[in-house]
């Protein structure tokens, strides 16, 4: 079946730090694979997203590229603020499935960025 | 134009009583889809809606939970006879069937409290 699991939190770290955020993925079929976060107080937002194998989202700083061969789509950012404080969730859906369309969510990793 | 919207954005039940939550999605989605987040968890999917029929409804947790669409417009959740371990966050997502169709924009949800 489709599964997520991503690193788990909380992570915390200095402003400029550089930022990683492990998911890895099991998948029947061909997966698209997406990065939402949640500010606090807000809804879930994407982030960014790749439809598959090589590509590379990017978005605000952050970038992951999905890797068929470990399974993997791993968040990383070179320099975080403040403002990067969130939740981070890793999501899978798999379009030619009979799911759908339906998102997979990895638990979620809290960051904390500090000043 | 307007994103996800759900009402009420707090609701505080005793165990026993019934609840429904509302969805309204953003206007010309025809995909809508209920999720749920237990604190520490991450997103559970429920049920996912085509237009008013419901083609995925694997994630309904028991009988006590359903939901129902008005054609491509407003989705209701009913949960009956609430229980203490439906305490949770619900989610409602929509997404277009085109273009970018597997791009899910959410709603702040709803936390529910059961007492």
């Known amino acids: 079946g489709n599964s997520v699991t991503q690193m788990e939190g909380p992570v915390t770290l200095s402003e400029e730090a550089f930022l990683t955020i492990n998911c890895t993925y099991t998948?029947?079929?061909?997966?698209?694979l997406f990065w939402y976060v949640q500010y606090p107080g807000e809804g879930l937002q994407l982030l960014l997203k790749?439809?598959?194998?090589?590509d590379k989202g990017s978005n605000k700083g952050f970038e992951a590229t999905y890797r068929k061969e470990t399974t993997s789509f791993h968040l990383e950012k070179g320099s975080v603020q403040v403002s990067d404080s969130a939740v981070y969730f890793c999501?899978?859906?798999?379009?030619?499935?009979?799911?759908?369309?339906?998102?997979?969510f990895g638990r979620g990793t809290q960051l904390t960025v500090w000043p | 134009g307007a994103g996800v919207s759900q009402s009420p954005s707090n609701k505080v039940t005793e165990k026993g009583k019934d609840v429904e939550l509302r969805c309204d999605p953003i206007?010309?989605?025809?995909?809508l889809y209920w999720y749920r987040q237990r604190l520490g968890q991450g997103l559970e999917f429920l049920i996912y809606?085509?237009?008013?029929?419901?083609?995925?409804k694997s994630g309904l947790p028991s009988d006590r939970f359903s939901a129902e669409r008005t054609g491509e417009s407003v989705s209701t959740l009913t949960i009956q006879r609430t229980q203490q371990e439906d305490s949770a966050v619900y989610l409602c997502?929509?997404?277009?069937?085109?273009?970018?169709?597997?791009?899910?924009?959410f709603g702040p949800g709803t936390r529910l409290t059961v007492t």
């Open positions: 997502a929509s997404s277009s069937r085109t273009g970018k169709r597997h791009e899910q924009y």
């Open positions: 206007s010309g989605h025809t995909a």
């Open positions: 809606f085509q237009g008013n029929s419901a083609p995925d």
């Open positions: 998948a029947t079929g061909y997966p698209s």
């Open positions: 999501a899978l859906s798999d379009p030619r499935g009979s799911t759908l369309g339906r998102l997979y």
């Open positions: 790749a439809t598959k194998a090589d």
